[in-house]
Antibody, heavy 118, light 112 residues
Framework: EVHLVESGGGLVQPGGSLRLSCAAS????????MSWVRQAPGRGLEWVAN????????TYVDSVRGRFTISRDNSKNSVYLQMNSLRAEDTAVYYC???????????WGQGTLVTVSS | EIVMTQSPDSLAVSLGERATINCKSS????????????LAWYQQKPGQPPKLLIY???TRESGVPDRFSGSGSGTDFTLTISSLQAEDVAVYYC????????FGQGTKVEIK
């Protein structure tokens, strides 16, 4: 059975940092691009970043470029999101998801909540 | 960046009736190397992650009831629920995957 389990969320002050992790199981992790998607409270879905199977390519939404870094460790079946210079508007549930070649996401974690507040 | 605009923002439909959600992209999401529109639809219920319903604009994901269907090409797409069931109450999102990824703002479907 496929599982994606996010961790690392919590309360952080504006300007602070947080590192999210996503542990994958039940599929060949190294065969898939992976993404982070976030959802602010009561709002819609916003794609944040994705990373190629071997980590050689990464793409970011404009609002986080230069502040967030996506990475992966295929030996640990894990993808990460390092978030620096956090702002109140980064407050959201952060989901990891696996990218299918069809350009869609069929596997999602349950999400981890990040709250940026003083 | 491709902008995805859904309409309406919300709709109320009687049980057993048809629900139609539209999604318009600011640029074509047709990916010529594979001859497919990179457009997906998701259903999200409160407290849950999104669930994939449709990919390639019209291909139903395995296990999704056949009352859900997708259509369209290029910049204009539609998700149709042919006979609304109580369990279909949710927010529905379209999403493209051409270059970067963008979701529509969502359409809330309720029972009238």
């Amino acid at each position: 059975e496929v599982h994606l389990v996010e961790s690392g969320g919590g309360l952080v002050q504006p300007g602070g940092s947080l590192r999210l992790s996503c542990a994958a199981s039940g599929f060949t992790f190294s065969d898939f691009w992976m993404s982070w998607v976030r959802q602010a409270p009561g709002r819609g879905l916003e794609w944040v970043a994705n990373i190629k199977e071997d980590g050689s390519a990464k793409t970011y939404v404009d609002s986080v470029r230069g502040r967030f870094t996506i990475s992966r460790d295929n030996s640990k079946n894990s993808v990460y999101l390092q978030m620096n210079s956090l702002r109140a508007e980064d407050t959201a549930v952060y989901y990891c998801a696996s990218d299918r070649p069809t350009g869609s996401y069929d596997r999602w974690g349950q999400g981890t909540l990040v709250t940026v507040s003083s | 960046e491709i902008v995805m605009t859904q309409s309406p923002d919300s709709l109320a439909v009687s049980l057993g009736e048809r629900a139609t959600i539209n999604c318009k992209s600011s640029q074509s999401v047709f990916h010529s190397p594979i001859n497919k529109n990179l457009l997906a639809w998701y259903q999200q219920k409160p407290g849950q992650p999104p669930k994939l319903l449709i990919y390639w604009a019209s291909t139903r994901e395995s296990g999704v009831p056949d009352r859900f269907s997708g259509s369209g090409s290029g910049t204009d797409f539609t998700l149709t629920i042919s006979s609304l069931q109580a369990e279909d109450v949710a927010v529905y999102y379209c999403q493209h995957y051409l270059g970067t990824v963008t979701f529509g703002q969502g359409t809330k479907v309720e029972i009238k």
